[in-house]
């Protein structure tokens, strides 16, 4: 299985190519560090980039997108070119595109440790976040690192309101 994992950075996509066989993971040859929108607003630059990202995914042979999610709202939240270019993506016709949540991503990676640190995979730095969401994914394509983190979240409210609750009577 190949996984093609993104990070969306202003009107940058930042690609990391990763592959599973048998169990191992492989980082084949890619000719894509970064793909660049000039301007998400230009409806002809807009459908370039995800020309180009449908010609990867066609002469790459990629299985799946996974794509670093960003808050909407908030200090950290990711600008709007960002989901302009994220939205371009998740339409790409004939690819499963999957946007995972840092907090997906770091129940993952702790749950499955990167087994050679990343410096070793001869990608560059800023492609780090990119390689680590598509490891996460290979990783854990069952999504059962998210099934648990959403099973601790609501073990923890259920406790947070049994507390409540007995504060209540006491009073």
Not at 12 to 36: C, H, S, T, W
Not at 42 to 52: G, T, V
């Amino acid at each position: 299985m190949r996984i093609l994992g993104i990070e969306l950075t202003g009107n940058d996509a930042v690609v990391a190519l990763l592959e599973q066989d048998n169990g191992m993971f492989y980082i084949p040859d890619f000719r894509a560090r970064k793909v660049n929108c000039r301007n998400p607003d230009d409806q002809e630059q807009l459908q370039y980039f995800q020309k180009s990202f449908a010609q990867l995914v066609q002469d790459y042979k990629v299985d799946e997108i996974v794509i670093r999610g960003r808050m909407k709202k908030g200090r950290f939240a990711g600008g709007a070119n960002g989901f302009k270019l994220e939205g371009a993506l998740q339409v790409l016709p004939g690819v499963k595109v999957t946007v995972m949540i840092p907090a997906t991503q770091s129940a993952i990676l702790k749950r499955f440790p990167m087994s050679i640190p990343f410096a070793e995979t001869g990608m560059k730095k800023f492609q780090q976040q990119a390689f680590e969401v598509a490891y996460a994914q290979l990783s854990d394509p069952k999504g059962l690192a998210e099934a648990a983190r959403q099973k601790e979240i609501a073990n923890r409210k259920q406790k947070r309101d049994e507390r409540v609750e007995l504060e209540e009577q006491e009073d």
